[in-house]
């Protein structure tokens, strides 16, 4: 068996451990947030997504983006080049000054809610209520940054030693807090004059404390669970932060985005930040599941193959990690854009939630999902950039990207209020798609090109068929509610033309990728069926 197979097939298996983790969280994320939907109105979702948004940013910069690509390269040069032991030193002196940073932005954070709030969403003056509300929310949510951060540092140290379940499966655990935390003390601060949604301030804060626990028991087995040092006069730390400061700017260009989009939500009218932001929760489920995992799972394969100099392997390896994700990424786009009435129905259509609020956010994750096979291709070239060191070439084009999305945004979003604005988002990410994949051919052969395209045209093929398939499933299944099941309520009707159009898009995906020869598909589904043959 060749290592470039051996590689790929460990890259596969890493991805379906992290995918099995973030499908656990965000099927437990759709549950937090019919909770979030159906038990509070409108005002106080719009409220703590804005405020709940700010800390948040700022954890998605941290564990999915900034410390994970500027961390995890470093630390694999040091258990290369020095062994484990520094290593270890290193790791702690990082935890020290990450963690008075974590502290500081805190403390911060909660000092100048007003002013934060003013900034991203300075429509909410409209409403004293609401803006006071906001701010509230972001001062007492600020510090889950530190608990965040400090999980995403374990978890780096974690998948550079290659160990992904805990960093995989400890995510669910927030959301487990927010479900509980929203049962248990709703009620008790509605008694003591508060407002009901603040029961969501210590679901986040318990959640973020439980994340660190849980990564404790896999740092002790590679010897990392260690106190923070004061040793910060490091070379490899300061690699850290020449890394970090570029990679911020670049992965930060893109929640800029989303912040700048909040700010022109809070102005299109109540609701429109939480039809928003559930449109980017039911495209989020897609790219979490798999784009995420993949993109986790390829990160220290690519940094070690860069240090090693192998570039053929690196370029094999990336072509792949491209192939597995647009073989996900592609029906997924397709599919959510198809059944995106259905799909807004089943998840979030009941309690206060209502038929206004289902429209208003299809209409929303029709245009945010027609992006989500763009920013698949994002997520996996810039993990090789960040691999080999190059940290200008994403912030450059996050920058262009970044005034494509206001441009776009302001335009549409005047007009077509928070659909205007899902559309710039997918405006921006196309551009910068097509940027990253234009600079990223060094790091890509002709084989690993003609590679990709051969896959990609034998994955959009079947997942056309399957669209079509999937249309006619959707008008006999409208025949069919029509005929026997009139007076079905919604609910049922969306349950009914969601199994039908979802189980004939699948079906037909899988035998046309089976007579197409697709091996992605293949190397993704063969090792479960040959499995399951035993």
Same mark, same amino acid.
């Given at each position: 068996?060749?290592?470039?197979?051996?590689?790929?097939?460990?890259?596969?298996?890493?991805?379906?451990?992290?995918?099995?983790?973030?499908?656990?969280?965000?099927?437990?994320?759709?549950?937090?947030d019919q909770v979030l939907t159906g038990l509070f109105s409108r005002m106080a979702t719009d409220a703590f997504l804005i405020a709940f948004q700010l800390p948040n940013l700022l954890r998605q910069l941290l564990a999915e983006g900034a410390v994970q690509n500027a961390v995890l390269p470093v630390l694999t040069e040091e258990l290369k080049g020095k062994g484990e032991k520094e290593a270890l030193v290193f790791f702690r002196g990082l935890i020290g000054v990450f963690g008075l940073i974590l502290l500081g932005v805190s403390i911060l954070g909660s000092i100048f809610a007003p002013e934060l709030v003013q900034l991203f969403a300075k429509g909410f003056e409209k409403d004293p209520e609401q803006f006071e509300l906001t701010v509230e929310l972001t001062r007492w949510l600020f510090p889950y940054i530190f608990f965040m951060g400090s999980a995403s540092l374990c978890a780096a140290a974690l998948n550079t030693h290659k160990k992904f379940v805990a960093t995989?499966?400890?995510?669910?655990?927030?959301?487990?807090?927010?479900?509980?935390?929203?049962?248990?003390?709703?009620?008790?601060?509605?008694?003591?004059?508060?407002?009901?949604?603040?029961?969501?301030?210590?679901?986040?804060?318990?959640?973020?404390?439980?994340?660190?626990?849980?990564?404790?028991?896999?740092?002790?087995?590679?010897?990392?669970?260690?106190?923070?040092?004061?040793?910060?006069?490091?070379?490899?730390?300061?690699?850290?932060?020449?890394?970090?400061?570029?990679?911020?700017?670049?992965?930060?260009?893109?929640?800029?985005?989303?912040?700048?989009?909040?700010?022109?939500?809070?102005?299109?009218?109540?609701?429109?930040?939480?039809?928003?932001?559930?449109?980017?929760?039911?495209?989020?489920?897609?790219?979490?599941?798999?784009?995420?995992?993949?993109?986790?799972?390829?990160?220290?394969?690519?940094?070690?193959?860069?240090?090693?100099?192998?570039?053929?392997?690196?370029?094999?390896?990336?072509?792949?990690?491209?192939?597995?994700?647009?073989?996900?990424?592609?029906?997924?786009?397709?599919?959510?854009? /198809? !059944? $995106?009435?259905?799909?807004? &129905?089943?998840? #979030?259509?009941?309690?206060?939630?209502?038929?206004? %609020? +289902? *429209?208003?956010?299809?209409?929303?994750?029709?245009?945010?999902?027609?992006?989500?096979?763009?920013?698949?291709?994002?997520?996996?070239?810039?993990?090789?950039?960040?691999?080999?060191?190059?940290?200008?070439?994403?912030?450059?084009?996050?920058?262009?990207?970044?005034?494509?999305?206001?441009?776009?945004?302001?335009?549409?979003?005047?007009?077509?209020?928070?659909?205007?604005?899902?559309?710039?988002?997918?405006?921006?990410?196309?551009?910068?798609?097509?940027?990253?994949?234009?600079?990223?051919?060094?790091?890509?052969?002709?084989?690993?090109?003609?590679?990709?395209?051969?896959?990609?045209?034998?994955?959009?093929?079947?997942?056309?068929?399957?669209?079509?398939?999937?249309?006619?499933?959707? /008008? !006999? $299944?409208?025949?069919?509610? &029509?005929?026997? #099941?009139?007076?079905?309520?919604?609910?049922?009707? %969306? +349950? *009914?033309?969601?199994?039908?159009?979802?189980?004939?898009?699948?079906?037909?995906?899988?035998?046309?990728?089976?007579?197409?020869?697709?091996?992605?598909?293949?190397?993704?589904?063969?090792?479960?069926?040959?499995?399951?043959?035993?």
């Amino acid at each position: 068996m060749s290592s470039k197979k051996t590689e790929n097939q460990k890259i596969t298996g890493r991805a379906a451990i992290v995918a099995a983790g973030t499908l656990t969280s965000r099927i437990l994320g759709l549950v937090r947030d019919q909770v979030l939907t159906g038990l509070f109105s409108r005002m106080a979702t719009d409220a703590f997504l804005i405020a709940f948004q700010l800390p948040n940013l700022l954890r998605q910069l941290l564990a999915e983006g900034a410390v994970q690509n500027a961390v995890l390269p470093v630390l694999t040069e040091e258990l290369k080049g020095k062994g484990e032991k520094e290593a270890l030193v290193f790791f702690r002196g990082l935890i020290g000054v990450f963690g008075l940073i974590l502290l500081g932005v805190s403390i911060l954070g909660s000092i100048f809610a007003p002013e934060l709030v003013q900034l991203f969403a300075k429509g909410f003056e409209k409403d004293p209520e609401q803006f006071e509300l906001t701010v509230e929310l972001t001062r007492w949510l600020f510090p889950y940054i530190f608990f965040m951060g400090s999980a995403s540092l374990c978890a780096a140290a974690l998948n550079t030693h290659k160990k992904f379940v805990a960093t995989s499966f400890a995510p669910a655990l927030l959301n487990l807090a927010f479900i509980s935390s929203a049962f248990a003390f709703a009620n008790y601060f509605e008694q003591e004059g508060q407002d009901r949604i603040f029961s969501l301030v210590v679901g986040a804060l318990f959640g973020g404390a439980f994340q660190v626990f849980a990564l404790w028991p896999s740092l002790k087995k590679i010897g990392y669970l260690r106190l923070p040092s004061l040793k910060w006069q490091q070379p490899a730390i300061r690699r850290v932060f020449l890394r970090l400061g570029p990679t911020l700017l670049g992965i930060g260009v893109y929640y800029v985005d989303v912040l700048v989009g909040r700010r022109l939500l809070s102005e299109a009218g109540e609701g429109s930040v939480t039809y928003f932001s559930m449109a980017m929760r039911l495209c989020d489920f897609p790219q979490g599941i798999f784009v995420m995992a993949m993109q986790t799972a390829t990160l220290p394969s690519l940094a070690a193959l860069f240090s090693q100099g192998k570039k053929e392997e690196l370029s094999s390896t990336l072509s792949y990690a491209l192939r597995l994700t647009l073989y996900v990424a592609i029906p997924a786009t397709i599919g959510i854009v /198809l !059944l $995106s009435r259905p799909i807004v &129905q089943v998840v #979030f259509g009941h309690g206060q939630f209502d038929e206004r %609020a +289902v *429209i208003q956010t299809a209409q929303a994750l029709v245009a945010q999902g027609s992006a989500i096979f763009l920013v698949a291709i994002v997520r996996q070239v810039v993990a090789v950039f960040f691999a080999a060191g190059d940290t200008k070439t994403p912030v450059k084009i996050a920058a262009f990207d970044f005034l494509i999305f206001a441009a776009a945004a302001f335009l549409l979003g005047k007009q077509y209020g928070h659909v205007g604005i899902s559309w710039a988002v997918s405006i921006a990410s196309l551009a910068q798609a097509a940027l990253l994949l234009f600079a990223a051919r060094p790091y890509i052969s002709k084989a690993g090109i003609t590679a990709l395209v051969n896959s990609t045209i034998k994955t959009a093929l079947a997942a056309l068929c399957a669209s079509f398939a999937a249309f006619l499933g959707l /008008l !006999l $299944s409208a025949h069919l509610l &029509q005929s026997f #099941f009139d007076s079905a309520s919604q609910f049922l009707q %969306a +349950v *009914i033309n969601l199994g039908a159009g979802g189980l004939v898009f699948l079906l037909t995906y899988l035998i046309s990728g089976a007579l197409l020869k697709n091996g992605e598909q293949e190397a993704l589904l063969g090792p479960l069926l040959r499995r399951i043959a035993r």
